[in-house]
């Protein structure tokens, strides 16, 4: 169990209820970050607008699942009881059909190169910055919003997890 805290209000939850409403956000952060990439790249056919927002949602949720895991006080059994359950839920979400079982190796391969950037050498601002032309690269796009905006989107995923505290 955990709480919520949002407006000065604790509200106890479950990890299920957890994962349910952080993925939602996640879900409306994306759609309303993608606006200034649209802005920027006015006369881009809608597929690659696609891409992009899928690419934002991916990095998105890794952003998510990084600060869970390193919020230093959830216990490691907390830990893994949020992965599991966060784990199923973006199972359902990439689905068992080929395109949803392509997502998700897609969404395995990000978390897997955004950890080694998150954990590899260098300055913080260093490491942000090679997370935008990462995204930049999965998306095919050059975009200098696209490059500012996902380091913005790693705090914001810092901030969703803060909402939360473990109970004891």
């Known amino acids: 169990m955990t709480t919520w805290d949002m407006k000065n209000e604790k509200m106890g939850l479950t990890y299920e209820e957890v994962v349910m409403l952080?993925?939602?956000?996640?879900?409306?952060?994306?759609?309303?970050?993608?606006k200034a990439v649209r802005d920027e790249l006015r006369a881009a056919e809608e597929p690659i607008l696609r891409r992009i927002e899928n690419e934002l949602f991916f990095f998105f949720v890794f952003g998510i699942d990084y600060w869970w895991q390193n919020e230093f006080r959830?216990?490691?059994?907390?830990?893994?009881?949020?992965?599991?359950?966060f784990s199923a839920h973006l199972d359902?979400?990439?689905?068992?059909?080929?395109?949803?079982?392509?997502?998700?190796?897609d969404l395995q391969e990000r978390f897997t190169t955004y950890g080694e950037?998150?954990?590899?050498?260098?300055?913080?601002?260093?490491?942000?910055?090679?997370f935008g032309v990462k995204v930049c690269e999965y998306c095919e796009v050059e975009s200098g919003t696209l490059i500012l905006?996902?380091?913005?989107?790693?705090?914001?995923?810092?901030v969703l997890v803060s909402l939360f505290k473990a109970e004891a």
Do not use: H
């Open 22 to 34: 952080i993925l939602r956000e996640a879900g409306e952060v994306v759609k309303d970050s993608i």
């Open 74 to 85: 959830y216990t490691k059994e907390q830990k893994s009881i949020f992965e599991k359950i």
């Open 92 to 105: 359902i979400i990439c689905g068992d059909e080929g395109n949803g079982r392509v997502m998700w190796d």
């Open 117 to 130: 950037i998150v954990n590899g050498e260098g300055s913080d601002s260093g490491k942000e910055w090679r």
């Open 149 to 158: 905006l996902v380091p913005e989107l790693f705090r914001k995923a810092m």
